[in-house]
């Protein structure tokens, strides 16, 4: 009998801490509604607003306690830690030029650092990830009016002021310091969350090619007063494939952030407008030519880094100017660019190659990029879709000067 009240117990128990384990689930998993995350994420966005990282991150912490795919707070998070990173960057690139003054560089420090950030913004992705997943999602940002010591000279002055404000209006003249429209407020969306994943994902991959050579070799060959070959070894090839994936993955996240700014139909401060929208802070033209260019410099690039095509060597480095004629490089080669980063290999340069560059272009090519120097392969359009935009813009046919600064801007 005790053994059957024992078993009829069983079920019941084992019942009781099914309901049990799956409160504890849902307490763990709870979602807020929209109005509950947007009030929850509030502390977090004022102290962004008004340029306290260190306590907008903490706030978005508090709020991601609460519900982790808050993307209020997600975003919030991820840009306080960006710009704490982009920081102490700086700082170490300080320390890294005047060290090269009083002292030996100290490149160990400097891979340490970098290693660090790449981790660091491998999860400020993680929290962009998330923000673009809510297709509702809207931040508002000054970011002109941001307070730092942004040039890093130790002190806040007129400079940092400027830094980060609009200078002139679409037709080119200056904005008086009092305008406000050299402060804008940007209505951060979706589009804007996969514009900055791109910007995250180059950001990385320059990390990580950075980081997989040993440059403290520089050291050595310096050392030995610069003669023969100078070799920079390869540490880690992991981090130069690492760093093609990263690309990759920007290029598809620019190209989502083209079309979700294409598809956008409101008109409200945008980052990056579309050629119907007209509510813009940025004083630069936007209309389909840029945003087929864009499409066209994405294909081109995301050609070069998969080896479908590369370089002409006689494009790249266009015509030399030799009182007052036209020559034609002697260089009769391409950059393969996929197998820089696909094939990776210690960097070798030459020095006495080096000195005939201009008898023997090839050669030095050759010696200093190794079997990435092809003879033949499909030629990239990117050098001469980028001289059309040169030519253009010398004839004054367009606004092209501006256009190619929000070209870079579009990543």
């Not at 945003?291 to 030399?320: H, K, N, P």
Request: aromatic share 6%; net charge negative; proline share 4%.
């Amino acid at each position: 009998m005790r053994a059957g009240r024992a078993g009829s117990r069983g079920p019941l128990h084992l019942l009781a801490l099914l309901l049990l384990a799956g409160v504890v689930v849902l307490a763990c998993g709870a979602r807020q509604s929209p109005a509950e995350r947007q009030e929850s994420a509030r502390p977090a966005v004022l102290a962004l607003q008004a340029g306290r990282f260190a306590d907008a991150a903490r706030g978005a912490e508090d709020a991601l306690a609460k519900d982790d795919k808050n993307a209020l707070a997600r975003a919030v998070r991820a840009i306080a830690t960006w710009e704490k990173t982009a920081d102490e960057l700086a700082e170490e690139a300080i320390i890294l030029v005047g060290g090269s003054v009083r002292r030996r560089p100290d490149f160990d420090r400097l891979r340490a650092s970098l290693l660090k950030a790449e981790a660091t913004l491998a999860r400020v992705d993680e929290d962009l990830a998330v923000a673009e997943e809510d297709k509702a999602f809207a931040l508002e940002l000054c970011i002109a009016c941001w307070k730092g010591d942004w040039n890093h000279d130790g002190r806040e002055d007129r400079r940092d002021e400027h830094l980060l404000e609009i200078e002139a209006d679409a037709t080119g003249a200056p904005l008086a310091d009092e305008d406000p429209r050299r402060r804008p407020t940007f209505r951060l969306d979706a589009g804007d969350v996969q514009w900055a994943r791109a910007m995250v994902a180059f950001q990385r991959a320059l990390l990580d090619l950075v980081v997989a050579y040993r440059w403290k070799d520089l050291l050595g060959f310096k050392e030995s007063r610069g003669e023969g070959v100078l070799v920079v070894h390869l540490d880690d090839a992991g981090r130069v494939h690492a760093a093609r994936d990263r690309i990759l993955e920007g290029l598809d996240h620019s190209d989502r952030a083209r079309r979700a700014y294409l598809a956008e139909t409101d008109d409200d401060r945008e980052w990056v407008p579309n050629p119907r929208q007209k509510n813009h802070p940025l004083p630069l033209p936007v209309d389909e030519a840029l945003y087929a260019t864009w499409d066209g410099v994405l294909g081109d690039t995301r050609r070069l880094v998969r080896s479908e095509e590369g370089f002409d060597v006689r494009e790249l480095m266009g015509f030399a100017h030799v009182e007052g004629r036209q020559e034609r490089t002697g260089a009769h080669g391409f950059i393969d660019v996929g197998k820089l980063l696909s094939s990776p290999h210690d960097l070798h340069v030459d020095l006495d190659v080096l000195e005939h560059t201009r008898q023997s272009p090839d050669a030095a090519l050759r010696s200093v990029l190794g079997d990435a120097y092809v003879g033949e392969m499909r030629r990239s359009p990117l050098p001469r879709r980028l001289m059309r935009m040169a030519d253009e813009l010398a004839r004054g046919e367009e606004s092209f000067g501006r256009k190619l600064r929000y070209l870079l801007w579009l990543n």
